[in-house]
Structures are given as structure tokens and as C-alpha cells.
């Protein structure tokens, strides 16, 4: 993942971002002020989505960074966390009018989580939306000197 403002402000908007795999609970090390987020790398991913899109991004997180516990529950014993670890309140907060949908990823049936390597994190896939999001700001126009054009002159004659 790029991480400087230069290299994000010199890609187009992008309509809608995803990410996987889950990026866990490792806090970046990269300069990443720019943002105006420090956090574990999955919610970091998140930011940035959100900043450098117009419809939100898809992201697998894990469940600790997601304010809901659905995946490892049996329908119907879903749960919307009340506390929140300061990482997720933190970023909560940069969005009050933030939209979080859920997709399933059926991980409450043993046979998938069969199916990972090493770890097996329970995990979330989540859609985030925020309409007043700001976007990555673009760098100033560069002010070009003017192109010259050939001129054409009609003659008539009669």
C-alpha cells in the first residue's frame, strides 16, 4: 500500500475500493500524518478507502475492529458491541455519519475456518460508506504556459 500524499493525489478517484486479506492488529509504522489516522493497519486501509473514493470501500476486518459481532454467531445472536477498543472509537469518532454494512462470510460453520492456515481470526467483511468522507486533496493545477496555434487566414478573392 503506497503511503505517501504524493502517490495517492496522483491516482484518479477510484468508484469504490476493497481489501484483503484482514491486516489483523498491527499499527503501521509508515508516515502516514497525512491521513489523520493512526491505528491497526486494517482501520488505517479503511481511511483511505474512505478518503480516495466516492462510494466507500469493501474490507475484511477483524471482528474486534468492527462495532457488530455477527460472524461466529448462530443467526439470530448477533451482537452490536457496546464498548469499543480505543482504536475503533477513535476512528468512529472522525466519522459520525459513517455507514457500516455487513456481508456474511458464514465463518459460523466450523468447515470453512477448517480452511485457513495458521491463525484463524474471526473476522468481519464490512461496507463502509460516509457521505461527508473528505477526499484526498488534489494537487494545484500546474499552470501551463499557453500552447500556440497556428493561425489561418481566408482570402477571397472576387
Not at 496522483?10 to 492488529?25: C, K, M, T, V, Y
Not at 489523520?36 to 479503511?46: D, I, M, N
Not at 483511505?48 to 443467526?75: C, D, H, M, V
Not at 492456515?117 to 461527508?132: F, I, K, M, Q, T
Request: hydrophobic residues 35%; contains cysteine.
Amino acid at each position: 500500500m503506497p503511503n505517501n500524499l504524493a502517490t495517492w493525489q496522483s491516482l484518479p478517484r477510484f468508484g469504490e475500493a476493497i481489501d484483503n486479506p484482514p491486516s489483523g492488529e498491527v499499527v503501521t509504522e509508515s508516515n502516514i500524518d497525512w491521513i489523520g489516522y493512526r491505528g491497526p493497519a486494517g482501520l488505517t486501509v479503511a481511511k483511505i478507502g474512505l478518503k480516495a473514493t466516492r462510494l466507500g470501500i469493501k474490507i475484511i476486518l477483524p471482528q474486534a475492529q468492527t462495532p457488530y459481532r455477527f460472524s461466529g454467531r448462530r443467526p439470530g445472536e448477533n451482537v452490536y458491541a457496546a464498548s469499543h477498543t480505543s482504536h475503533l472509537s477513535k476512528f468512529m469518532a472522525q466519522y459520525p455519519n459513517l455507514e457500516w454494512g455487513h456481508s456474511s462470510l458464514d465463518t459460523e460453520y466450523e468447515a470453512y475456518k477448517s480452511g485457513w492456515r495458521g491463525a484463524s481470526p474471526v473476522v468481519e467483511l464490512v461496507s463502509l460508506y460516509d457521505p461527508d468522507a473528505w477526499l484526498i486533496p488534489l494537487p494545484a493545477p500546474v499552470a501551463r504556459p499557453p500552447t500556440p496555434r497556428a493561425s489561418c487566414r481566408l482570402a477571397l478573392t472576387g
